[in-house]
């Protein structure tokens, strides 16, 4: 139940920060802009974004996998995931415009990227085995998002919104189903 409670409540936050940040950058589109470009190197907002939004989503899913580390392991594998690409964001900004290509700071958050997008549609097929077929697709669609999000194109923001939205929302169903075991 805490798990599952603590997970809500930073998505919440998530997603009501963005909300409320993403009409302070100039030109900023949920449709066209990743959510790292929110605190791009150099943008108004940028420690406010990295130590006020994506290091309490990071640490918040950290407490999150230790919780539920015994009875759904790979729940706490998909917690971690997440939290170690949001913690990372938080600590190594990316460049202005998200390249693909950057300095070290973006290179590193680029590697936490991976682990959240990769390692977490890995972590929500694992949790298909035992709690059914919509954590495979969502896994999949994760992985597919991770490789998407390579190549510069007009929906970036939309498609990693729907690996969010996946790897969110699976954590949550996750932490919820085992909600009795912890």
Known sequence: ML????????TIY?????????PKKAGYSHIKHT??????IG???QRFVAFGLFLPVGISLLIV??????AAPAAATLALCIAIGYIGAAVFPCDAGAPLYGTVSHTLH???G???????????MRLAESLGEPFETAGYIVIGVAIALSFPHPVRGLIQRIAEIC????????????GGAV
Request: hydrophobic residues 65%; negative net charge; charged residues 5%.
């Open 65 to 70: 996998a230790y919780i539920i580390n015994t």
């Open 167 to 178: 790897l969110f929302g699976g954590l949550a169903l996750a932490a919820w189903q085992v």
């Open 114 to 124: 991976a682990v959240e997008y990769i390692g977490g549609g890995i972590a929500l």
């Open 110 to 112: 680029f590697f936490a």
């Open 14 to 22: 998530l997603f009501a920060s963005l909300v409320v940040l993403a």
């Open 35 to 40: 959510i790292s470009e929110i605190g791009e």
């Open 3 to 10: 798990a599952t409670v603590v997970t809500a409540i930073a």
């Open 43 to 45: 943008a108004h907002n």
